[in-house]
């Protein structure tokens, strides 16, 4: 299921629909990689396409999303080289694409941090993932969790005690209260989306399925939704020349 999918179904309007219903007479675009029809294949285009909706006339709210450095920290880690390199090279085609455009403000910002993680698997410990309906989802570090019937009070005993220390578990009751998911009215299919219990992580540790006894995601170095410092906070750089 696509993002357009998901949309339809959850029938919502995205940001730049907002805005643009605010705002009729601007200029409201967004640009993308690949991952999207007609986006950037080489951060070289991207750039390009940046700089042709910047140069439009009048008032405007352009958004770009780039894939990297996220589609790479996740294979090699927060601390590689090649990490390092990715993000000194958009920083100097940022610079650049601003001093192109006077008097326009460019915020850069991140849509989450990641740090290194270590996988349970689901297989490590068969006792407590034979409590679920099915295979958790969501996130690594946030885990979905939908517990067979009158099995809820066994799952939290046993999963505060074997990880307990790495994870913060909250009901879903505990979920919605408490605004996990953000304030406002609760979209009317909640209840589908939000398992008995939700696992948040609060160290370098994650879950994964298995797959013939071996992790799907084995070689993955790093990840995100978790509850540390480097996951939650991020920068936000302001340029205007």
Do not use: C
């Not at 996740?74 to 192109?100: F, P």
């Amino acid at each position: 299921m696509n993002g357009a999918d998901i949309r339809k179904m959850l029938d919502y309007d995205d940001i730049m629909t907002l805005i643009k219903r605010q705002n009729p007479e601007m200029h409201v675009t967004s640009v993308w990689p690949s991952i999207k029809p007609n986006g950037a294949e080489t951060i070289d285009v991207f750039f390009q396409m940046l700089d042709k909706e910047a140069r439009v006339i009048g008032p405007k709210f352009v958004y770009g999303y780039w894939i990297q450095p996220d589609l790479d920290t996740h294979d090699y880690g927060v601390s590689h080289k090649a990490i390092t390199k990715i993000i000194r090279d958009i920083n100097k085609r940022v610079e650049q694409l601003s001093k192109s455009h006077a008097n326009t403000l460019f915020l850069i910002i991140a849509d989450h941090g990641l740090v290194d993680i270590e996988f349970i698997g689901e297989d490590d410990n068969k006792k407590l993932f034979n409590l679920l309906e099915h295979p958790f989802s969501n996130e690594p570090r946030a885990a979905n969790f939908f517990v067979k019937d009158k099995k809820e009070r066994a799952f939290k005993r046993l999963f505060n005690k074997e990880y307990g220390h790495h994870f913060i578990l909250k009901s879903k009751e505990e979920i919605l209260n408490e605004q996990w998911y953000g304030p406002g009215i609760p979209h009317p299919m909640i209840e589908r989306f939000v398992g008995d219990f939700l696992a948040i992580a609060t160290d370098r540790y994650s879950f994964d399925h298995t797959k013939d006894g071996q992790l799907v995601h084995n070689e993955m170095k790093a990840h995100h939704a978790g509850l540390t410092i480097d996951e939650m906070l991020i920068d936000i750089v302001a340029l205007i020349k």
